[in-house]
């Protein structure tokens, strides 16, 4: 299939390379020439603008940082809405807020076109190995349309219902994360602080009720898991200044639907203070630096 | 092996069924009568106090509500202390503060008896089933020692160190439950708000990295898992006011030791809230009414 | 002075007849053509659009529920800037985000126009008396020419340094605000719970370190202070969705800046709390209703 | 008049001083025995003990840290209770929970003596000048019978109503304090982040909604007062640690009768993490430091 790209960063390169991998016929755009290089070596054809990109495409996939560039890449005079055919779907990898995919996908429904939000987990390793959970909105018909592009990408397509809900599952979901992870944090380092051995301790949550993805996969706690971030001074993983930007969808998206988050609002300002102090590139889990007494030895 | 057992409440009775279900013989007290007289006529032998309930016994076991109850059930004239031969262990399985747990040890070892804190989770359920976690401080010899006695009662029965370790894992374990269970609700009730299935986003959320207990177990939105309580109008389970008391003792550990527990404070204060309304007897899970609009068809 | 006035609502309308009063010569516009009529039967004259309003204006003034409408009038094909006369100022006393004041200041600069952001406090009764606060935003050369108009709305001047800085300090002032009524609020009901008299904690208070605003001039427990909203059932005063609006600035610019606000962002959940169960159009000091068990008399 | 004194510390000993002066003759204790000396130079007379202090006292008067101490030294084998005459009123100085206070209370009532509760505020400045300001609870006529002796020592007695009163203005007077003062934090590092002039932003505050004892008198900012601790460090003044004490017993009272306090749970987990880093001595507007990027210069 021929398809558009735009995006090339560090999940959009490689998502575009298991598309190539797939088969399919690839012209590519980023704001990067070198990014852009990088993809035409692998097989892709370099477009000059998300319009160029998206001229002869039968799909036109978008992987971008935040909503204002997706509206720019869009609806630009060079945008993809000036160059695509009717009737091509428009799937947005990007994370962005529930209430921009509505707006986009009106825009974009107004000449003949489908969008759906498609956001990721996974990571950078899910987007290498091609193992991406796709959690996608927008019309069951277009979805059946766009899902086996998207199964190059990912291991898990899911539909969670209308236009904006693939935004609204990713953003629920970190909300939860981001408050377990900072509780676990709380939990581990209160832990420390009565006397008990930490590997003994997430020994015991990880089979009792306390069990989390944030204790049982990623615990905060030097040493515990090892292929944990944590056991590695908090390199890698998904940094907490990524966290504080979908807490920010989560706490803004709130606000708009007059929701109270307690304890989302609370663990966004635990990442910013993090964040404020230095450690916005190290991964979220090292929040829990913010409750123990000495990590100078971790 | 002859025990003696003191507090035969919800948790404590079908504990000491067990244990006579294993062929041990139980002595058993409790302030109700008619408690003491079911027990008997499962076969346990009725004591006047803890005192005579301790006078023969080879282990003793005592699961009350609060420290001042095991203080008193321990060091009162007629208590355990005054009855209990040298070198017989005690394990309470009440769950209290570490600080106390030490202070009873130092003063059961002063007469040669080792003290052990062995709170459980799994609920009266499991205390029916024989099924609870046992979670244990104190010495390994102590714990190797009256292992075989708590195998009666409990499918895992866990060493977590010295004493007042198995409370430290308890109060942890329960501290991040009751921020994780308070995150899902709010994570749930969010996603409702903004339009999605909360079956789908359950789903999700279970397959991702906001997976916990508190959202594959026994999420709190109504209808998500059949047999957790949110299905059934938050009837039976685990009372807000448990819930209350376990984040209060988590708070107070954590101020004695001068630690702090930024969500779990706040966390305490919305289970708070939602007590003060008239929902302390309601399961925990019920914590998600304080997110959303309109609860009144569930 | 010729002055061209935009925005006749609550606050608008009232500002606008004193500077009627004090013999300006007005044109005015607002979408309500209502509330341009009685403008117009005070001695103003109708303009049709914004632009119209500024073409003869020596000064142009602006009062607007938000950012989204301060931007239209402004730059709009039939906006301020379509009409105004080079090197006039304009003064904008909508409540806003500073970010959007720099980037609308730039825009006026452009065209040899100064910007100033000159938010109020005092409210209606304020507006009406003639007796706002002005929080004044830009140089001191622009100051000084724009406060004899503004002298006539209110009294009290105030230069908060450069463009922008009028928003923060009232951003600021109302971020203080949302947390010590929310703080009197919980420390009232706290006392009441305990069983003191209100009037005696207030009194107690109020002379010594608790003592602030929300306390000594707008206690929000009923009773205590004859002429605060709390005393007639919350009604009049400042709305909680306004006070919400607010913290919802400050939160928004604290993440613009990096900066941890972990009561605000509390503070802004509690009031949402309230709005979210229908108390929006309430006093913001209704917020003790959070904390009160039973106000079913007041 | 005889009194008996107990408990010379930094409060103690200047309200002592206050006494002699006032010409009233003392029996002082405390466990320092240099402490004593001190104020016998100043003209008491040591006691052995609690009891000997009271013996012929026609009034006693308390002032310890804790309502452990003040336990002991009222019902201990020297203490208080067992020396004391019929009829004579305890006040106790001390602040502590009002549970413990109702308690002490039935204690001394059962053998005919007053129990009252008396917290101060002012500080050690206060004590030395005599100027504090006291908060009692007990009936009427025990206050009026202690009144005269208190107004040697302050310059505001308060009645606040019956036995425990005292200690809940008190208590919720500082939860109050607690919060103002983090909450002034947060707005003035808010706006320092948002480029306006500290001083200015305090100058508006200060003469509009936001103003408060924290921000007016003891302004978190260092410059914006030179009294303040902030302009020298956050040296003397109230430190961390007692603020912490103080928020304990808020919290612990609010848990006691079932009362939620969102933001005062917060409150008390900021000041209790600047304590944990080392702060526990400084005044407690040093929590304007976990806000600020760059104390290095202050």
Known sequence: MKI?????????????????????????????ASAVQAL??????????????????????TMLPAAAHVKSVLTGDDGILAGI?????????????PASVKAFAALAQQQGNAF??????????????????????????????????LS?????IVHCGDTGTGQVAKICNNLVLGITMAGVAEGM??????????KVLAGIMNTSTGRCWSSDTYNPFPGVIDAAPSSRGYTGGFGTDLMLKDLGLATDAAKLVRQPVFLGALAQQLYQAMSTNGAGKLDFSSVIRLYRRDDAAT
């Open 4 to 32: 558009g790209f735009v995006g090339l960063g560090n999940m959009g390169a490689p998502m575009a390379r298991n598309l190539l991998n797939a088969g399919h016929v690839l012209h590519v755009f980023d704001v990067s």
């Open 40 to 61: 035409v070596e692998a097989g892709a054809q370099a477009a000059v603008s998300p319009k160029a990109a998206s001229a002869e495409a039968e799909c036109v996939i």
């Open 85 to 97: 055919a009717r009737g091509v779907a428009i799937v947005d990898s990007s994370t962005i807020d």
């Open 116 to 149: 759906l939000d498609a956001p990721v987990s996974g990571g950078t390793g899910g987007a290498a190995a091609g193992t991406l959970t796709f959690m996608v909105g927008g019309s069951v018909e277009a979805y059946e349309r766009v899902k086996p592009v």
């Open 152 to 156: 190059a990408m990912g291991g898990n």
């Open 189 to 198: 380092a209160l832990g420390e602080a009565l006397g008990i051995d930490p």
